[in-house]
């Protein structure tokens, strides 16, 4: 199984477990090694225990330059395993599985389906 | 003498080819991917109720098929025809040696393991049009 096979089973697997409401994601802050040194941006980080591993999904805003000077803003769909408070792996790639992670997850956090109760 | 001039016209016949099946896939593949994307979340709204949405999600599926066997004539390399062709047998059933049988109903956990051969056909197929960009 290559790396890109790997995270998209486990995407695939997260995206069951979110929809069955089996694991619960949260807000966090994010880790040092991600946010120290950069001029990015992160909008919203989420992360979860899976199998008595901490993963994580986040949002990265970031300027794009087209030239030296020139730039517009861009935002990437990230999700990243999480080991004692550092990201140690990240799954950067432009996957519709990532992305409707990123929606489920977010939805579950905002709690929409409280308000219908 | 002619033989010369006749190995020549197939080179520059195959050379031909090869410029056309590269701009059509320029033109065509990024279009393709944005098809393939949009299902994606369609399809997977839609798995929650899985029961009741049968049918949106098989025609959504046969949708991706189609595309997925229109783009598989446009690659250039082999590896990428090859994860193309393995998408598309996932829609057939092996009856006996060579005899397959077309599939069109899925479970719940087949849908979803399309869903996720389909996204990581998208991850590939991005990752090719950066290197389009290039050619």
Redesign the interface.
């Known amino acids: 199984m290559d790396t890109?096979?790997k995270f998209?089973?486990l995407?695939?697997i997260l995206?069951?477990q979110t929809?069955s409401n089996t694991i619960r994601w949260n807000i966090g802050i994010p880790p040092k090694n991600l946010s120290y040194g950069t001029d990015d941006f992160f909008p919203l980080f989420l992360y979860t225990e899976y199998q008595s591993q901490s993963l994580g999904l986040y949002l990265r805003r970031y300027r794009y330059y087209h030239d030296e000077s020139e730039y517009s803003w861009c935002e990437d769909t990230v999700f990243c395993i999480i080991k004692d408070d550092y990201i140690v792996y990240k799954y950067e790639?432009?996957?519709?599985?990532?992305?409707?992670l990123f929606?489920k997850a977010s939805q579950q956090v905002s709690g929409i389906d409280n308000l219908f109760k | 003498m002619s033989f010369i001039s006749l190995a020549i016209s197939i080179f520059l016949f195959l050379e031909a080819r090869k410029i056309y099946k590269l701009f059509i896939g320029k033109a065509r593949i990024p279009e393709i991917n944005k098809s393939l994307k949009k299902i994606y979340p369609d399809v997977s709204e839609k798995m929650n109720d899985f029961e009741n949405n049968k049918e949106y999600i098989f025609t959504e599926f046969l949708n991706a098929k189609s595309l997925v066997e229109s783009l598989e004539k446009k690659l250039t390399e082999d590896s990428h025809k090859k994860k193309c062709r393995n998408f598309v047998l996932m829609f057939t059933t092996k009856k006996y040696f060579f005899y397959y049988r077309k599939k069109i109903e899925f479970t719940d956990k087949e849908s979803w393991l399309l869903l996720r051969e389909l996204s990581a056909l998208v991850v590939t197929l991005s990752e090719l049009e950066k290197d389009l960009k290039w050619k």
């Open positions: 890109v096979s998209e089973n995407i695939n995206i069951q929809n790639k432009n996957s519709p599985a990532l992305l409707d929606d």
